[in-house]
């Protein structure tokens, strides 16, 4: 998040480069209090990307042009990130969570033929790298997202035999927001009351204008605003007692 991938592997590995793509404290990071807050690092990818794709970097050879978005998917009992893909040649979809038993990052990508491959993996050096494990075809499956600013995104795909060590590039796809100039990064504006993130669409409750990230967020929150508005009002409450 986040394609017709004649893929046996995938990577999502997510880094950052003049942004951080991280939010909260470090501790609520390593210990997150519920899966929404373990995926709020990922609120800066939320929102439509424009993306072209290279089998080899800096090659025209085979390459092709796709757009994605990533979106909030929350009901009340958990919380996801879906990213979906259009006219991609790798991927179709895939849904990111948070997996409190392992205390790793789940993936499941959605290849382009429907198959479904889970993928794992933990922060890696300010990257996040998931990978799959061993198919019945004996690859592996790595992912990978690359975050270069608020604008500016990478995924790459590789694979690998089970009886190998080093991976191949299969592919990958340089993606810049939808709208955004290339001489301009500013993202702030209002919060999101679901997500924490940066809020584009207007919601109204009692008389109150709000506002989401996402189609997924507003959902969300016209399912159910006063759980939403609570805990938007505390984490107001948090910010504003962390700067006395």
């Not at 290279?54 to 990130?81: P, V, Y």
């Not at 959605?110 to 198959?115: A, I, N, R, W």
């Not at 990958?172 to 504006?189: F, P």
Request: glycine content about 8%; charged content about 30%; hydrophobic content about 35%.
């Amino acid at each position: 998040m986040l394609s017709a991938f004649r893929l046996s592997a995938v990577v999502v590995l997510l880094a950052v480069a003049g942004i951080s793509l991280v939010s909260g404290d470090d501790a609520a990071k390593a210990n997150p209090a519920n899966d929404r807050e373990a995926l709020a690092r990922f609120n800066d990818l939320i929102g439509g990307w424009k993306g072209t794709g290279q089998i080899k970097r800096n090659s025209t050879q085979g390459a092709w042009r796709e757009t994605s978005e990533f979106i909030w998917k929350i009901d009340k009992k958990t919380s996801a990130i879906e990213y979906k893909v259009k006219d991609g040649k790798h991927l179709k979809s895939a849904l990111l969570s948070w997996d409190a038993a392992t205390k790793q990052f789940k993936l499941v990508a959605e290849l382009p033929d429907g198959t479904k491959v889970d993928h794992f993996g933990k922060f890696e050096d300010s990257a996040l790298v998931l990978e799959s494990k061993p198919k019945a075809d004996e690859t592996v499956s790595r992912i990978t997202i690359r975050q270069l600013s608020d604008i500016r995104l990478l995924v790459l795909f590789e694979s690998r035999k089970e009886s190998q060590s080093l991976y191949q590039r299969l592919g990958e796809v340089g993606y810049t927001r939808e709208g955004a100039k290339l001489a301009s990064s500013d993202q702030t504006g209002p919060e999101c009351v679901v997500s924490g993130g940066v809020g584009t669409i207007k919601v109204s409750y009692k008389g109150e204008t709000y506002f989401v990230c996402c189609t997924g967020c507003r959902d969300a929150f016209n399912d159910d605003p006063e759980t939403f508005l609570t805990e938007y009002k505390a984490r107001l409450e948090k910010k504003k007692s962390m700067k006395k």
